[in-house]
């Protein structure tokens, strides 16, 4: 695949395990040594296919060119790992589900056929309950598990193990509750069963978003932070600025764990709509005082400012991430509209002291700190999720890294 609106552009690929192709630090160094002073690297969130990836790194970079200051010259990367759409429809997609968990193939063909067929039965919904744990390879997992880690990415949620039943009833009243009196009688029609399995639907893209959260922070932490590592010592003078859209900016941020000590070639990281804790940078939480978020002060790894772009019109983060983040806990209800469960993307970085905020016009006339957390209100150009190809984004980036 390739990229026509920059020049020189280099692609980076890593699995699901993070790793991917020998070389690839030295092809990112190669740019350094043809003159490039700054590498903007982005990647990608919800996603199915590399062409869609690589579609959207065209789009993205377009603006770049032009921003390129006195004595920089820009180098690009576009980092493509196997994700999948999370999106507000209601239909699975089951090509891509196949596509990206070509191990579970055969459990995306039954899921697809209970779902087509909605039996009337609890067995029927139990089996769909083992295959979504087949899904998310929490299948030997049981009940003791909920809230407990697996591996060291995120703990087994509670739908996963919960009683079928209930659990999907509650997902089809926090369906009701979104859609209203008139959305809820279209999605379930007065049948009750088929009440059920629109829950059921809705635990599938749980699910996956629950996958796909899991994957985005190995691929970050075993795969980007390392290479990362091996990128600043084969070319130490170039200054590296990352970019992350929805799970790509949960992505870039778990690169700051797998970052090697001592390294400082991330001068900037930038977290468009974020799909990710508001609360992950804090060194305490704010309903649990004794713990701090998942990446607790590692923004201090960045030798520049850690920047969050935010939009309330994000309907994605509004609605749905706040519910994929209650029911990945068994001690909350499905309903409710606290503030413990939203993203970085719907209001920026939260009980981080010193957390600057800033709008987007503001940003673009007097540019943004050197250092420490930034929360950037993006809502006068980003009216929804996947709203982030705009000249004034790209000019955001520019100023955290400082090469405009």
Not at 107 to 129: G, K, M, N, Q, S
Not at 156 to 170: I, K, W
Not at 266 to 284: C, E, N, P
């Amino acid at each position: 695949m390739t990229v026509t609106s920059v020049d020189p552009y280099r692609e980076v690929v890593l699995d699901k395990d993070g790793d991917g192709p020998a070389g690839q630090a030295g092809a990112l160094a190669g740019l350094a040594r043809a003159g490039c002073t700054d590498l903007v690297l982005f990647t990608h969130g919800w996603n199915n296919s590399p062409s869609v990836a690589t579609g959207l790194f065209d789009r993205f970079f377009e603006p770049f060119p032009a921003l390129s200051g006195p004595g920089r010259r820009l180098g690009y990367a576009g980092l493509v790992w196997p994700s999948i759409m999370f999106s507000d429809e209601r239909v699975p997609d089951y090509p891509a589900l196949r596509a990206v968990l070509p191990e579970r193939a055969a459990a995306v063909d039954r899921i697809e056929e209970l779902l087509a067929a909605e039996p009337a039965d609890e067995a029927a919904l139990a089996e769909f309950a083992g295959l979504l744990r087949e899904l998310t390879g929490t299948e030997a997992e049981g009940r003791e598990a909920v809230g407990a880690a697996v591996g060291d990415a995120a703990p087994v949620p509670q739908f996963l193990v919960g009683d079928p039943a209930m659990v999907y009833g509650m997902f089809a009243d926090a369906l009701e509750g979104a859609e209203g009196e008139a959305g809820a009688e279209a999605l379930f029609g007065g049948n009750p069963a088929g009440r059920l399995w629109k829950g059921a639907r809705e635990a599938l893209r749980q699910a996956t978003y629950f996958t796909m959260k899991r994957r985005a922070g190995v691929v970050g932490e075993r795969g980007l932070g390392p290479l990362l590592g091996e990128l600043g010592r084969a070319a130490p003078g170039l200054r590296v600025h990352l970019v992350g859209h929805s799970f790509g900016g949960r992505l870039v941020a778990y690169a700051l764990r797998g970052l090697p000590a001592g390294a400082r070639n991330v001068k900037s990281v930038t977290v468009l709509q974020g799909a990710f804790s508001h609360y992950a940078f804090a060194a305490r939480l704010p309903h649990d005082r004794g713990h701090g978020g998942s990446l607790a002060g590692l923004q201090d790894r960045i030798d520049g400012p850690l920047v969050a772009c935010h939009s309330h019109r994000d309907s994605a983060l509004r609605i749905f991430y706040p519910l994929a983040s209650r029911v990945s806990r068994d001690d909350e209800s499905l309903f409710g509209d606290e503030r413990r469960w939203w993203a970085i993307g719907y209001d920026g970085v939260q009980a981080v002291p010193g957390t600057a905020a800033r709008s987007l016009g503001a940003v673009l006339a007097d540019g943004l700190p050197g250092t420490g957390c930034v929360s950037v209100d993006a809502a006068q150009v980003v009216t929804e999720h996947s709203d982030i190809c705009h000249a004034e984004l790209a000019r955001v980036v520019a100023r955290a890294g400082r090469f405009d």
